[in-house]
């Protein structure tokens, strides 16, 4: 049986950080499309002083958005492609990862008709999910095997890409920030959980530091990793 402890003040600061956090988000969430094409933008005038720009989708900023499997996360982040393209005139290429589960659901959203021109859809080599997963593994270290065997190809994929200015990810690839460091590209991850699973990401370490004793269980005792 799995039991919790901790002190009385506890309740009280994690709800003056949700209050604080949740302003912090509203905010940063409502401002994250204009500060991020704002920089995209100022960085292509700089470039422009001192180079030659071709003509079409490549005279403009050229972005990466890679999402990790699954509708949840696929279906805001090719929203916010969507937008980067036709309200901020940005080329964006959506890398997918590939996987032998692809539901048709998600095919067709990927392969509408309806995307913009400047949105291109662009697919790692296909994972094959049973052989890097197993029964009952959880779903989240599921998610991490998948995008770890998935983005082995996607250095490669990048450098075909040309000139990327940004490459924007999702909660569970955050593995790919290490690529983007050996590339020089900036690299942003873009969190579109609620704002409460934020607050409370965002709170863990604290309540590493302060709540004592930790999380006991009978077989083991887990710590919170700061």
């Keep these: 049986m799995t039991t919790y402890h901790s002190p009385p003040q506890v309740d009280l600061k994690f709800k003056h950080a949700l209050i604080r956090y949740t302003t912090l988000y509203q905010s940063s969430l409502y401002k994250f499309l204009h500060d991020f094409?704002?920089?995209?933008?100022?960085?292509?005038?700089?470039?422009?002083?001192?180079?030659?720009?071709?003509?079409?989708?490549?005279?403009?900023?050229?972005?990466?958005?890679?999402?990790?499997?699954?509708?949840?996360?696929?279906?805001?982040?090719?929203?916010?492609?969507?937008?980067?393209?036709?309200?901020?005139?940005?080329?964006?290429?959506?890398i997918v990862i590939a996987t032998n589960e692809v539901?048709?659901?998600?095919?067709?959203?990927?392969?509408?008709?309806?995307?913009?021109?400047?949105?291109?859809?662009?697919?790692?080599?296909?994972?094959?999910?049973?052989?890097?997963?197993?029964?009952?593994?959880?779903?989240a270290a599921r998610l991490s095997v998948i995008?770890?065997?998935?983005?082995?190809?996607?250095?490669?994929?990048?450098?075909?890409l040309g000139k990327?200015?940004?490459?924007?990810?999702?909660?569970?690839?955050t593995q790919v920030f290490d690529i983007c460091s050996e590339l020089s590209?900036?690299?942003?991850?873009?969190?579109?959980?609620?704002v409460a699973l934020l607050t409370f990401s965002l709170y863990l370490p604290t309540l590493d530091r302060e709540v004592k004793p930790r999380i006991s269980c009978a077989t083991h005792s887990p710590r919170v990793q700061s």
């Design 164 to 173: 990327i200015k940004a490459v924007v990810v999702d909660l569970f690839c």
């Design 103 to 139: 539901s048709a659901g998600q095919d067709n959203l990927l392969r509408s008709s309806t995307l913009p021109p400047g949105l291109d859809v662009v697919y790692l080599p296909t994972v094959d999910v049973f052989a890097v997963t197993t029964v009952g593994m959880p779903v």
């Design 147 to 160: 995008v770890e065997e998935a983005i082995k190809s996607l250095k490669s994929a990048l450098v075909e």
């Design 37 to 94: 094409t704002s920089a995209l933008q100022y960085a292509h005038r700089a470039q422009k002083k001192t180079m030659l720009v071709v003509e079409n989708e490549s005279a403009k900023p050229h972005v990466a958005i890679m999402p990790s499997p699954g509708m949840g996360q696929i279906t805001p982040l090719l929203e916010i492609a969507k937008r980067l393209v036709v309200l901020h005139d940005l080329h964006v290429s959506f």
């Design 185 to 194: 590209i900036p690299a942003y991850l873009l969190f579109t959980a609620s």
